[in-house]
Structure formats: structure tokens, C-alpha cells
């Protein structure tokens, strides 16, 4: 495979800024792996692995869960690659995780490409998300343990913490580019591919 082939996008912005949803597609029309650190430590926590049983707790709390734990899921998930097409949607969330990334992709020779940062005002997000954990309910879905008012104010909390620090690393290294995060589902996602082009 050549390295035209790789393509490695970061989808970064606070908790109930639209990653996922956005990341989703984006990974459908652009054939790319979707990486959600968030879907995997929740499959674990459902499947009672050992993992799942170690991180529960913190998932509940809405705080992090250790980087090394993190950056080793990611180098299974990369590993024996051909081409590296991924996104990453909720990883890296603090410095560690950023340059531990920088590392494996280094090995992969495939560089981060594209880092969108999603921006939406604080209190859209604390009711985007009891609202996700409403309608989850409604619909008879599995409701997130950390869709509480009080947890993802947590979650808002961490993030200015701990993940806005990799708005300056990524820009520093010329991949950021920041999005309106408010709008249709549609709107939003134009504006992602009008920034990476
Ligand atoms: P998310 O679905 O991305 O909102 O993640 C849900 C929860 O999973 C977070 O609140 C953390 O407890 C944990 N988590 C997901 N990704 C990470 C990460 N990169 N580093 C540490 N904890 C994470």
C-alpha cells in the first residue's frame, strides 16, 4: 500500500459536541475506521471483561481512564494495518495519549492528516446530552450511565482540563481547524469537509 492510502483523522471537541455522529459518517463515505474509544470501553464494561470490570467504575464517575490503558487498545486496534484509514472519535483525550499516538502512527509511517475541532457553547452541551440519555430512555434503549446532568457536567470539567491542552498541540503541528458545531446534522458535517480540503 502506498502512503497516499493512509488517512488519519482526530475528531476533537467536549463531550455532546456531535463527535460521534459526525465521525460516523464521515468514516462511511470515506472508507475509514472508525475508532471510538468510548463504544469500546462501554463493550467491555457490557461483556463483563476483565477490563470491562476495571474501567466501570470510572466510566460511571465520567472521569479518565488511564492512558496506558488507552494507548495499548489502540495499538491492538492498529496493528497488522495495511493501509492506516482511521478516525479517532474521543481519542486522544489528554497529552500522553497525543504523543503515545504520535508514536505508533510514526511506526505505521502514517501521520495524523485532519484534527476538526467541533465547538459548541457549554450549556447546549450539558442539554444535548440529558437529552441523548432522555430519548434513550424513551425509546426503551440502553441509557448511558454518565448521561446525568451532574456526570456530564463532570465530563465538561475534564475536558477543559485535560483534553483542551491538544487544541494547542494539534495546532501547533498545523492540523487543527476549528467547526461550528451548531446547526443540522448536515450543515455540520459540510463544514467538516469544507475545512479539510
Ligand atoms: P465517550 O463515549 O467518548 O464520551 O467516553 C465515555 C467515557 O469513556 C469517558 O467519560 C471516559 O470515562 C472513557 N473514555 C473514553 N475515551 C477515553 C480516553 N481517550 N481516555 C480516557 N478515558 C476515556
Known amino acids: 500500500m502506498t502512503q497516499a492510502k493512509n488517512k488519519v483523522v482526530v475528531f476533537l471537541g467536549p463531550p455532546g459536541a456531535g463527535k460521534g455522529?459526525?465521525?460516523?459518517?464521515?468514516?462511511?463515505?470515506?472508507?475509514?475506521?472508525?475508532?471510538?474509544?468510548?463504544?469500546?470501553?462501554?463493550?467491555?464494561?457490557?461483556?463483563?471483561?476483565?477490563l470491562g470490570q476495571q474501567v466501570k467504575p470510572i466510566l460511571d464517575a465520567g472521569k479518565l481512564v488511564p492512558d496506558d490503558i488507552l494507548i495499548a487498545l489502540i495499538r491492538d486496534k492498529l496493528a497488522g494495518m495495511d493501509a492506516v484509514r482511521v478516525i479517532f472519535d474521543g481519542f486522544p483525550r489528554t497529552l500522553p495519549q497525543a504523543e503515545g499516538l504520535d508514536m505508533l502512527l510514526e511506526e505505521l509511517g502514517a501521520p495524523v492528516n485532519a484534527v476538526p475541532l467541533l465547538e459548541v457553547p457549554a450549556e447546549v452541551l450539558i442539554s444535548r446530552i440529558v437529552d441523548r440519555g432522555k430519548q434513550a430512555q424513551a425509546a426503551g434503549q440502553a441509557v448511558r450511565s454518565d448521561d446525568t446532568e451532574e456526570v456530564a457536567r463532570h465530563r465538561q470539567d475534564i475536558y477543559r482540563e485535560q483534553t483542551q491542552p491538544l487544541i494547542d498541540y494539534y495546532a501547533a503541528r498545523g492540523h487543527l481547524y476549528r467547526v461550528d458545531g451548531v446547526g443540522s446534522m448536515d450543515q455540520v458535517y459540510g463544514r467538516i469537509l469544507d475545512g479539510m480540503k
Open 21 to 50: 455522529t459526525q465521525a460516523e459518517r464521515l468514516a462511511a463515505e470515506q472508507h475509514l475506521l472508525k475508532i471510538s474509544t468510548g463504544d469500546i470501553l462501554r463493550d467491555h464494561v457490557q461483556r463483563g471483561t476483565e
